[in-house]
């Protein structure tokens, strides 16, 4: 079965400055799907950012970069010019590719301080 | 822009009513997915549907959930009858048939049961 860890429950961070959320996964498969999700105080869970497990190449969404690392299993989330609105829930997502079905790590609080 | 929705937003009733919970996907998706959160267990996935049938439920309690999909712009959430551990948010959240995994959430029903 797969598993995804988010080893940190709660981070902050000044405005303007950059964070970096860890996830790390555990599976067998070669085809995959990587998410990261944002859960602000409204509850909506938000995509952020998608990344095919084929592709060496880092998924970058304006401020939101990843850095995938296939061989060490780690999915990590940079957040550049962090912004009093990116407080959120943050919750890394695996999905075996075609399965459709995912699992999701346990999140992590992240508080953006003005 | 498309967006996946739910109704009711809030919802609060007594233990042993029935609870209705109803979700629009996005026009054009063939996945449909149900979760439940809580602050105790996370994000979990009750049931999941892919071109209208039923794929996956075994996260969900039997005797007194149910969910269908009576057409491809409808998908119910039924309790019957309701406890109070049911208390929880729920979401619905919607995938297209491109086998990137990806999923988009509605905005979730906060249900209370007294």
């Known amino acids: 079965a797969q598993t995804v860890t988010q080893s940190q429950p709660e981070m902050s961070v000044q405005e303007a400055e950059t964070v970096t959320l860890s996830c790390t996964y555990d599976?067998?498969?070669?085809?995959?799907?990587l998410f990261w999700y944002k859960q602000p105080p409204s509850r909506q869970m938000i995509l952020v950012i998608r990344?095919?497990?084929?592709?060496?190449q880092n998924a970058t969404e304006n401020r939101f970069s990843v850095n995938f690392q296939k061989a060490a299993k780690s999915f990590s989330l940079k957040i550049s010019d962090s912004q009093l609105g990116d407080t959120a829930m943050y919750f890394c997502?695996?999905?075996?590719?075609?399965?459709?079905?995912?699992?999701f790590g346990r999140g992590t609080s992240l508080i953006v301080h003005p | 822009d498309a967006r996946v929705t739910q109704t009711p937003r809030h919802k609060v009733t007594e233990m042993g009513q029935e609870v209705t919970m109803r979700c629009q996907p996005i026009?054009?998706?063939?996945?449909v997915f149900w979760y439940r959160q809580t602050m105790m267990q996370g994000l979990e996935l009750l049931a999941y549907f892919r071109n209208r049938a039923p794929l996956d439920d075994s996260g969900m309690p039997k005797d007194r959930f149910s969910a269908e999909m009576p057409d491809a712009t409808l998908a119910t959430l039924k309790i019957q009858p309701s406890e109070p551990r049911d208390s929880a948010v729920y979401f619905c959240?919607?995938?297209?048939?491109?086998?990137?995994?990806?999923?988009?959430f509605g905005p979730g029903t906060r249900l209370t049961v007294l």
């Open positions: 026009l054009g998706h063939n996945t």
């Open positions: 997502a695996f999905s075996s590719g075609g399965s459709y079905i995912p699992t």
């Open positions: 959240a919607s995938g297209p048939s491109d086998s990137t995994d990806t999923q988009y």
């Open positions: 990344q095919e497990a084929y592709k060496q």
């Open positions: 599976t067998s498969e070669s085809n995959y799907y």
